[in-house]
């Protein structure tokens, strides 16, 4: 039987050293996903200002919270697919825009209903969001840089949460909702004309250099491979192992993205300017938990030498456990104590969220990196539906959060057990057997 021929690909260039500018591109990554976010937790910030302006109920207010999320959702994997045909800056910008016009127009909606279809039109204008800044970190950046490039973007998510939930609330108390909705519609097109300045594709793209890989290989192999059809990709358990933890890790991030300063308001008898400014306690943490362990942590002990699969593999699954910390906050009878859970379950959950945003990369080629990126996030966005929905109908049925809190830490289980069965190893996914159609068992 004759060996199997290499995949194609050219020769070889001369080796350079990776640009320096692609520490501005991650800060640029990370401004964006900060603005991204102010658009999403502006909702939750204007709950009782919406309750009186639209006079919705919790279940009504619940599918607000997910109406983002079925577009965003719908998006990902046609999304993944025109990130690696069209790339990073081309898609970005439409997406920008989008979402700064969808911003704009929820400051304006009349009635719930067309304050319902800008969420909609939210959602697709920020689908490309993290898996355009996964792939763009997988091409800007060596392997062993990819987690701290990765927790800039990733931990910015957490700070919106932690400085615009009392940023806007302030602003909402002090001017209202519409123009807290205004605000961050103009934030969004400053980031507009920043990233139309600011980004370009890397150059190797073109092949001119290349940096060498955790595996031993070179990122010029990645550039040159071919694309795994999203149905190949589909069939992998590396993949869907990603995609099922990621799942569980976003029904927590998307419960207190949307209901968490409404549950301290509401179980814990404290002001919804309390409310706000005690909502800011766990974002900041797990923002720090992300740069510092998720982030720094893991590059440091992958330099030291340690096994790169070992050292991400720990922290993802070390992280994920704290998550089930979550189910703290059902019991929780004062301020602190709901606190204290929260923040562990989140704070963990962030220190594993850098490793897991950077598996596109470590898990497939550049020329797919982009589509698996889009099927994490799919997984995502069905948790960030069913989150809000779902809390909305418990809390509504049972007047109590209990179970609302105890279901995600069941979920978060389920991510857990995908790790150790479907993802094992973080490394390359077999091309040649993914575009046979052979999953690696």
């Known amino acids: 039987m004759s060996a199997e021929a290499p995949l194609p690909g050219p020769p070889a260039p001369e080796p350079d050293r990776p640009e320096p500018y692609r520490w501005s591109i991650g800060l640029l990554l990370g401004l964006g996903v900060l603005v991204n976010y102010f658009d999403r937790v502006n909702l939750a910030v204007s709950h009782d200002a919406l309750v009186k302006s639209f006079h919705v ?21 046609p999304t993944g697919m025109l990130l690696d045909s069209f790339g990073v800056r081309k898609v970005s910008l439409l997406s920008i825009f989008i979402w700064g016009a969808a911003s704009m127009a929820a400051a304006f909606a009349p009635s719930v209903l067309l304050f319902f279809a800008a969420r909609l039109l939210l959602g697709i204008g920020e689908a490309p969001t993290f898996p355009a800044s996964a792939k763009a970190v997988g091409a800007w950046f060596p392997a062993h840089e990819r987690s701290f490039a990765t927790a800039i973007f990733d931990s910015t998510a957490k700070l919106a949460n932690a400085v615009g939930v009392p940023l806007l609330g302030l602003l909402l108390l002090q001017i209202g909702w519409r ?9 969004s097109f400053a980031y507009l004309i920043l990233f139309a300045a600011g980004y370009r594709e890397p150059h190797r793209f073109s092949l001119r250099n290349f940096m060498p890989c955790d595996s031993g290989g070179s990122d010029l192999e990645a550039v040159a491979a071919p694309t795994i059809p999203l149905r190949r990709l589909l069939c992998e358990r590396k993949v869907l192992g990603a995609a099922i933890g990621s799942g569980a890790y976003n029904y927590v991030f998307y419960l207190l993205l949307t209901w968490l ?35 720094l942590l893991v590059d440091w002990l992958i330099q030291r ?3 790169a699969s070992t050292v991400r593999r720990t922290v ?53 990196s982009g589509s698996v990126g889009g099927i994490m996030n799919f997984s995502n966005q069905i948790s960030a539906i069913a989150a809000p929905i779902l809390t909305g109908l418990v809390v509504e049925w049972t007047h109590s959060y209990v179970y609302a809190f105890v279901i995600p830490a069941a979920y978060i289980l389920v991510g857990i057990v995908a790790y150790l069965t479907l993802l094992r190893r973080i490394e390359v996914i077999d091309v040649r057997g993914a575009l046979a159609g052979v999953s690696i068992p």
């Open 305 to 307: 030498g340690l096994d």
């Open 261 to 295: 300063p409404t549950y301290l308001d509401q179980t814990q008898h404290i002001t919804l300017r309390q409310s706000f400014l005690f909502t800011g306690v766990p974002w900041l943490v797990a923002a720090a938990c992300g740069l510092l362990i998720g982030g």
């Open 57 to 77: 109920t919790p279940v009504v207010f619940g599918q607000l919270s997910a109406a983002y999320s079925w577009t965003y959702a719908a998006c990902q994997l």
């Open 316 to 368: 993802l699954i070390t992280g994920t456990c704290c998550g089930l910390g979550i189910a703290g906050a059902a019991f929780a009878h004062s301020v602190t104590s709901a606190l204290i859970a929260i923040t562990i379950s989140i704070g963990g959950l962030s220190a594993a969220s850098p490793v897991l945003w950077s598996l596109p990369s470590l898990l497939a080629p550049n020329s797919s």
């Open 179 to 187: 123009w807290s909705f205004g605000f961050t519609a103009l934030l």
